[in-house]
């Protein structure tokens, strides 16, 4: 079946092999290997991104529009043979092909500041090179993505429901997210205001997101554009802060060893602030509430997936979202530690 969907592509030659590719926790990746190419085949999760026809125009016109600048090394569709950029199977399924970037790799940790410091590079950059942008050809692939408020009303439907009987098990972490409540809305409230301007943003900045050069470390270019919609700067440096400036992977289970790191938060706000210099002073003010913000909505988004059986993010064991849950609020709580020399 796999090689059906992968001859529907205009590729080179025969494929030889496809397997699974990577760990992301979305979409189904898959690595295709020819004799002479490689290419990544993605199925896009329908159960997450509900209109798959309008993410893929978003990816069309934002590659496009990337691949204007000639120092940029951009993600390249792989066309059908019938034209088209994505394939619809007769189960109703949508598949895409990407050229494979070779000589590249990723991280999904690390505790080099220089490869932070490109990281934030990469998606300072992105934000730039998309200003002029038409920000009306962009559809919102997931509503209300980064709305903290909403967020939580989910938390408290969730806990309402509890539908597996699962939140006494987490008793302290919805304590703990209840209690930052009155946090929440405060840059979406900065955005009404309009002292915070609307930007066409990535909305998914972690370190896993960008691929660096093999030979040196440095950023070749951002990739998974699925979440690409109008946005806050803000909350891209805060999502590049809360996956990357921690020492432990998302789902450690021993809190021990997680912590925030201050010498990687400072790394990647330079790369971000030297890249991203449309940036107004309110941005600049508030890229430290960007960053507990965007960690402390992670936190809330896999607990309320806990508690609802573990139904959006991809698990591998049972309590998964739960430590992934914990090593969020426990990066909140040494945010607030270091507040001043955030």
């Known amino acids: 079946m796999m090689m059906d969907v992968v001859q ?7 494929a030889i092999t496809c397997k699974v590719y990577g760990g992301g926790l979305i979409n189904s990746t898959y690595l295709v290997e020819t004799e002479m190419h490689r290419y990544i085949l993605q199925k896009i999760n329908k159960a997450v991104f509900c209109d798959p026809h309008s993410l893929m125009e978003n990816i069309v016109n934002v590659t496009r529009h990337l691949r204007k600048t000639e120092d940029s090394q951009v993600l390249t569709l792989v066309p059908c043979a019938d034209g088209k950029m994505w394939h619809v199977d007769e189960h109703g399924e949508f598949w ?29 950059d992105f934000i ?24 939580y009303a989910q938390l408290h439907a969730a806990i309402a429901a509890d539908p597996l009987g699962r939140a006494k098990y987490a008793m302290r972490e919805i304590e703990f997210a209840l209690a930052k409540e009155d946090f929440a809305p405060l840059l979406m409230n900065l955005q009404a205001s309009g002292d915070m301007p609307t930007r066409v943003t990535h909305n998914d900045t972690k370190l896993g997101n960008v ?19 109008p946005g806050l700067a803000v909350t891209d440096f805060g999502d ?24 990687l938060y400072h790394a990647f706000r330079e790369g971000f602030l030297a890249a991203a210099t449309t940036l107004n002073a309110c941005e600049i003010a508030h890229l430290p509430h960007g960053a507990k913000m965007m960690t402390l909505e992670c936190g809330v988004r896999f607990l309320t997936d806990y508690l609802n059986g573990d139904v959006y993010f991809r698990t591998d064991r049972a309590a998964q979202n739960l430590d992934r849950c914990r090593t969020q609020f426990k990066l909140v709580s040494d945010m607030e530690q270091c507040w001043d020399k955030m």
């Open 8 to 14: 529907k592509f205009r590729i080179d030659v025969n």
């Open 211 to 229: 691929l660096f050069r093999e030979n040196n470390n440095k950023a070749l270019c951002v990739i998974d554009l699925d979440t690409v919609m």
């Open 96 to 124: 895409r092909m990407f050229d494979f970037i070779e000589h590249s790799r990723c991280f999904e940790n690390t505790t080099s500041p220089a490869i932070l410091r490109e990281s934030g590079l990469a998606f300072g």
């Open 128 to 151: 730039n090179k998309m200003a002029d942008f038409d920000m009306t050809l962009l559809s919102e692939t997931i509503p209300d993505f980064h709305n903290t408020p909403k967020r």
């Open 240 to 263: 590049g802060i809360r996956s990357g400036a921690k020492t432990a992977k998302e789902d450690e289970h021993d809190m021990s060893n997680v912590n925030f790191s201050l010498p």
